[in-house]
């Protein structure tokens, strides 16, 4: 066996001021903050093919528009995998950004999701799959116009007592969001509360267009969907 330990506590790789720049095949880890920091004023970057495992914040932040993460695989990872902004909420104007045949799984000691979109519009989530978490697979906050398709949730919401493997909660102004033709499996748990669903819209957020999506064992105690006092749906 071998036991590392590390004291590093700023950002691996972190990538500012930079335009149309491929990351392909790193590998990061093993160290005590985050892997990834993709920098605002930084644009069309690309992380492709990497593994990012040992890290105790977070695997990759993302403030980049026009930013993609495919193809790669995020494990170990004490914070969320994958946290995404950007965007333009008052003109609508999209990022522009991807996140698409991902492997992440083991994850979050800090009971946060696999993917986080905060203050975003137009992020696509699509292809990934998204498994072994005690909390979430993605949680989004203060949304607009994102998309998530084509995942495989499975082995999620292991101990949380009342959530959703997609989550939305307390904002009106999440408009325009898309659920579809995803694969949620074996979710939830026994510890019982308020129960464990695949979808989960929260205290009077406003729901988003969720259609195609296939559901089996998918929620405890009872059902796949749920909303809290919600509209729009």
Same mark, same amino acid.
Request: hydrophobic share 35%.
């Given at each position: 066996?071998?036991?590392?330990?590390?004291?590093? +506590?700023?950002?691996?790789?972190?990538?500012? @001021?930079?335009?149309?720049?491929?990351?392909? @095949?790193?590998?990061?880890?093993?160290?005590?903050?985050?892997?990834?920091? %993709? !920098?605002?004023?930084?644009?069309?970057?690309?992380?492709?093919?990497?593994?990012?495992? +040992?890290? #105790? #914040?977070?695997?990759?932040?993302?403030?980049?528009?026009?930013?993609?993460?495919?193809?790669? /695989?995020?494990?170990?990872?004490?914070?969320t995998?994958i946290?995404?902004?950007? !965007?333009?909420?008052?003109?609508?104007?999209?990022?522009?950004?991807?996140?698409?045949?991902?492997?992440?799984?083991?994850?979050?000691?800090?009971?946060?999701?696999?993917?986080?979109?905060?203050?975003?519009?137009g992020?696509?989530?699509?292809?990934?799959?998204?498994?072994?978490?005690?909390?979430?697979g993605?949680?989004?906050? *203060?949304?607009?116009?994102?998309?998530?398709?084509?995942?495989?949730?499975?082995?999620?919401?292991? %101990?949380?007592?009342?959530?959703?493997?997609?989550?939305?909660?307390?904002?009106?102004?999440?408009?325009? *969001?898309?659920?579809? *033709?995803?694969?949620f499996?074996?979710? +939830?748990?026994?510890?019982?509360?308020?129960?464990?669903?695949?979808?989960?819209?929260?205290?009077?957020?406003?729901?988003?267009?969720?259609?195609?999506?296939?559901?089996?064992?998918?929620?405890?105690?009872?059902?796949?969907?749920?909303?809290?006092?919600?509209?729009? /749906?």
């Open positions: 066996a071998t036991l590392s330990l590390s004291t590093l +506590g700023s950002t691996m790789l972190y990538n500012e @001021g930079s335009a149309y720049v491929t990351f392909d @095949g790193i590998n990061i880890k093993e160290s005590a903050s985050d892997a990834m920091l %993709l !920098g605002g004023s930084s644009h069309h970057i690309t992380v492709k093919n990497a593994t990012v495992n +040992g890290i #105790g #914040g977070y695997g990759v932040r993302i403030w980049a528009p026009n930013t993609t993460i495919e193809n790669n /695989h995020f494990y170990n990872i004490a914070n995998a946290l995404i902004k950007g !965007g333009n909420r008052a003109t609508l104007e999209s990022s522009g950004s991807v996140v698409k045949n991902n492997l992440i799984h083991s994850c979050s000691a800090w009971a946060n999701s696999a993917i986080e979109v905060e203050d975003g519009v992020q696509v989530i699509s292809h990934n799959k998204i498994y072994e978490y005690d909390m979430g993605v949680r989004l906050s *203060n949304v607009n116009n994102v998309v998530i398709e084509y995942n495989e949730f499975y082995d999620c919401q292991q %101990l949380n007592a009342d959530g959703g493997v997609i989550y939305f909660g307390r904002n009106v102004s999440d408009l325009g *969001n898309i659920i579809r *033709n995803n694969y499996h074996h979710i +939830g748990n026994k510890i019982g509360a308020h129960g464990q669903q695949s979808i989960f819209t929260d205290d009077g957020n406003v729901g988003p267009a969720i259609y195609g999506n296939i559901f089996y064992k998918a929620g405890q105690p009872d059902f796949p969907i749920k909303t809290h006092a919600g509209q729009f /749906h």
